[in-house]
């Protein structure tokens, strides 16, 4: 009930462009960052927020050696209509934000998947949803940041005014400066995504069919999930504001079963299927089941008496269960569950499946398409032009014989890596300086740590992330 009260709170303080001013202000932020230089720069500094309420399984042991900055940050603070841009402060989370927005009359072009993932955390790192093949990823939907930097300054910066910074920012996991604001992009809100699920089977057949929709600009939404090696549902979705009443289907409903569950009868019936399911309740399908991690907490959940007694309790929090979980029992879960996500090219997608059923054999997998523009920084494909990605996200527990976390994921990295293919940084990593900047671009983001002074400031993200730079 606290942790209810605790995000309706939140969402209450949400405002307007007519608001009155937040009592906590970016000013706050640089005043703590002045004093952190008076008092001689002697620890690097990180956000305050507890490591336990991060969405990331990664619980950051950096936080209580490193000089903690308290930016509690909530707010929506303008709905830009002209520009077609809201600007919101960095721990507004993907939840509060289509609530406010929604009914408005208005969404952001890619709102990744659970409610509680921040704008901060989604800029700093990244962000996808099944919208990605016409928008990109959530930071390619940003038009400005602005961020405290070592010195204090507070600075604003777009595709043409600091670029440098704006390009380098995404990725950096706080690095190169705090966010205290961002500017996203706004799309008109309708009320139904219309979803076609179409069975595929045959691996072949999985990645021409899953590709060839992920081409098709008409299709707002396309997503897979595969539930074995050869089996997969591909849905497409397209937005409407019309909807046959038979074909509603309110998934995001606390007695409804979880999205992949109803998804997976689809593919055991062997038919096609259209529903319509209204946007905010598409927005977030995963979020009951936590995609499908749900089913290991609660093996039972899905349970329609269950479901109708008790759906409402759940998800539990991810916060709370890192809170709540012991060191014994985190370094089990670390060695027998995975929980990755791979950006690889799509014309790689096939190689990449078999990949994954060889070194972890984890299913259901997710497949997500998005654009990756040739923009600078840290993430871009290796020609010279945009080219078209998939993220294949892989949670549960590895069915491999002999699983063993650190060979196995190396041997992910290394094939992905291979393939000019990039892992998300919320996850644990495995790879040493050597590789990691083998995968992602540093030459930008180093020149900026260089002549921003952040050496001194910030660690390098590869010892902020990388299981062999934190133990």
């Not at 007519?18 to 706050?28: D, E, L, R």
């Not at 890619?110 to 993932?117: K, T």
């Not at 507070?154 to 595709?159: A, D, E, G, K, Q």
């Not at 650190?406 to 590789?435: I, N, P, W």
Request: with cysteine; charged share 25%; net charge positive.
């Amino acid at each position: 009930i606290f942790l209810h009260l605790r995000d309706e709170r939140k969402l209450l303080r949400t405002r307007s462009a007519h608001s009155p001013k937040s009592t906590c202000q970016p000013a706050g932020v640089t005043q703590q960052v002045r004093e952190w230089k008076d008092e001689g720069s002697r620890r690097y500094m990180c956000t305050g927020r507890p490591g336990w309420l991060t969405v990331s399984l990664r619980v950051g042991k950096y936080k209580k050696v490193h000089k903690n900055i308290m930016i509690n940050l909530m707010d929506v603070l303008e709905v830009d209509s002209e520009r077609q841009v809201v600007r919101v402060e960095p721990l507004v989370t993907m939840g509060q934000l289509t609530a406010y927005l929604n009914p408005m009359g208005w969404t952001i072009p890619v709102v990744p998947e659970l409610d509680d993932l921040t704008v901060g955390g989604l800029i700093m790192g990244t962000g996808i949803e099944s919208s990605s093949h016409i928008y990109g990823l959530f930071q390619h939907t940003c038009v400005a940041y602005e961020l405290v930097l070592a010195d204090g300054s507070l600075v604003r910066c777009t595709p043409t005014e600091n670029s440098d910074l704006f390009y380098a920012v995404p990725w950096s996991c706080g690095t190169l400066g705090f966010l205290v604001a961002a500017e996203i992009k706004m799309i008109p809100a309708k009320k139904y995504v219309k979803i076609h699920y179409k069975p595929v089977r045959g691996l072949q057949n999985i990645c021409e069919k899953f590709t060839e929709e992920s081409k098709k600009k008409e299709n707002n939404f396309v997503e897979g999930l595969v539930y074995s090696l050869d089996e997969a549902v591909i849905m497409t979705g397209v937005l409407t504001d019309e909807a046959e009443q038979s074909k509603i289907n309110r998934i995001g409903n606390y007695y409804k079963p979880w999205f992949f569950k109803h998804v997976e009868k689809y593919l055991k019936a062997d038919r096609t299927g259209i529903e319509y399911i209204p946007s905010r309740h598409y927005y977030h399908r995963h979020t009951r089941s936590i995609f499908w991690e749900l089913q290991d907490i609660i093996p039972f959940g899905n349970n329609p008496v269950f479901r109708y007694l008790f759906g409402w309790m759940v998800p539990p929090k991810i916060s709370l269960l890192k809170l709540t979980q012991g060191e014994a029992i985190r370094k089990l879960y670390e060695q027998h569950h995975v929980v990755q996500d791979m950006l690889v090219p799509m014309k790689s997608l096939e190689k990449s499946i078999q990949t994954f059923h060889v070194d972890l054999n984890v299913y259901p997998l997710w497949l997500c398409p998005f654009i990756l523009p040739n923009n600078p920084g840290m993430v871009h494909p290796k020609g010279n032009e945009a080219e078209l990605y998939v993220d294949i996200g892989a949670y549960g527990e590895p069915k491999r014989k002999q699983f063993e976390a650190r060979a196995s994921m190396r041997q992910m990295e290394k094939f992905v890596r291979s393939v000019h293919g990039f892992q998300m940084l919320y996850a644990d990593c495995y790879m040493t300086r050597e590789e990691f900047w083998d995968m992602f671009d540093g030459s930008l983001y180093h020149k900026l740590r260089e002549q921003m002074n952040c050496k001194d400031a910030f660690p390098e993200v590869y010892d902020k992330i990388c299981k062999a730079a934190r133990h």
